[in-house]
């Protein structure tokens, strides 16, 4: 099906350890997002890809690594996981920059023990 | 840093009735978007409103932008069970290349 998709949808982990998380869109789409949702701060931007092997950092970058070698997905990976990066992580692309709407995904929410 | 800041933080109204959302921003932008989510997805695009235009409609949706004030509002009319959802304004970065930024949103409960 096209779309844009997110896995897993929950992850439970311990502080420490490395985590990826998986987009895949289906849709050719240029540009590629990686917001985290928290309670009391909306969606915060982490990454955003222009195109493939095109990566830039968003509002809270730090602890978080991303690589974008083929232009439909869009890999994010915790380093060595902590507690205060508990969140919901959504995944978002669209066609081209300027007056554009984003397509989510469903979402990933990770849980740091 | 939040752009977008929507007021009310919820809202509950009855089935039938129009729910009216607000959303203020702080810098000069070229579009607004709004945006719904329902529990445990993704968000879904609604609308966008670029800069220039001061209404836009889609179905029982209706947006305002007044650049001058720096603020939109989201109004939904003859509200469903199924409009119970956040709603969330969004505005882009930068020359929208780089993301969007979000307000903290309005959580919306249609009362049956």
Redesign the interface.
Known sequence: DAGITQSPRYKITETGRQVTLMCHQTWSHSYMFWYRQDLGHGLRLIYYSAAADITDKGEVPDGYVVSRSKTENFPLTLESATRSQTSVYFCASNPAEGNQPQHFGDGTRLSIL | S?QGEEDPQALSIQEGENATMNCSYKTSI??L?W?RQNS??????LI?I?SNEREKHSGRLRVTLDTSKKSSSLLITASRAADTASY?CATP?G???????????THLIIQP
Do not use: E, I
């Not at chain 2, 445990?40 to 695009?45: E, K």
């Not at chain 2, 020359?95 to 949103?105: M, S, V």
């Open positions: 939040q070229n579009n978007q945006y445990g997805r993704g968000l879904v695009h966008l670029r969330f970065k020359g929208g290349a780089d993301g969007l930024t979000f307000g903290k949103g």
